[in-house]
Nanobody, 125 residues
Framework: QVQLVESGGGLVQAGGSLRLSCAVS????????MGWFRQAPGKEREFVAT??????????AYYADSVKGRFTISRDAKNTVSLQMNRLQHEEKAVYYC????????????????WGQGTQVTVSS
């Protein structure tokens, strides 16, 4: 079983940057696709980004249209998945969740089996 713990949230001004990290424990880390979702107050949880392990040293990353070119998801051999967020916008204030998936549609919340507790990101205008 995989366990996830997020960190790195906080307060940032609009236009600023934050880097979120997700510490992953569990011996089957390499077989999971890892994703980031976010949930703003009063809204449904939405897909932000995902990275899948395709084998070897390469992996693929997919992003929500709203964050393409500003956010970057990455994972390393030390069992950490990160989300670099640049040019943050006020409306991106939300709780950000790390999640692990054994397969399925990458943007579909139902494809993710394990979730972290979330980390709050607040963007001041």
């Amino acid at each position: 079983q995989v366990q996830l713990v997020e960190s790195g949230g906080g307060l940032v001004q609009a236009g600023g940057s934050l880097r979120l990290s997700c510490a992953v424990s569990g011996r089957t880390f390499s077989s999971y696709a890892m994703g980031w979702f976010r949930q703003a107050p009063g809204k449904e949880r939405e897909f932000v980004a995902t990275t899948s392990w395709s084998g070897g040293s390469e992996y693929y990353a997919y992003y929500a249209d709203s964050v393409k070119g500003r956010f970057t998801i990455s994972r390393d051999a030390k069992n950490t998945v990160s989300l670099q967020m640049n040019r943050l916008q006020h409306e991106e204030k939300a709780v950000y969740y790390c999640a692990a998936s054994r397969g399925g549609t990458y943007w579909d919340i139902e494809s993710y089996d394990v979730w972290g507790q979330g980390t709050q990101v607040t963007v001041s205008s």
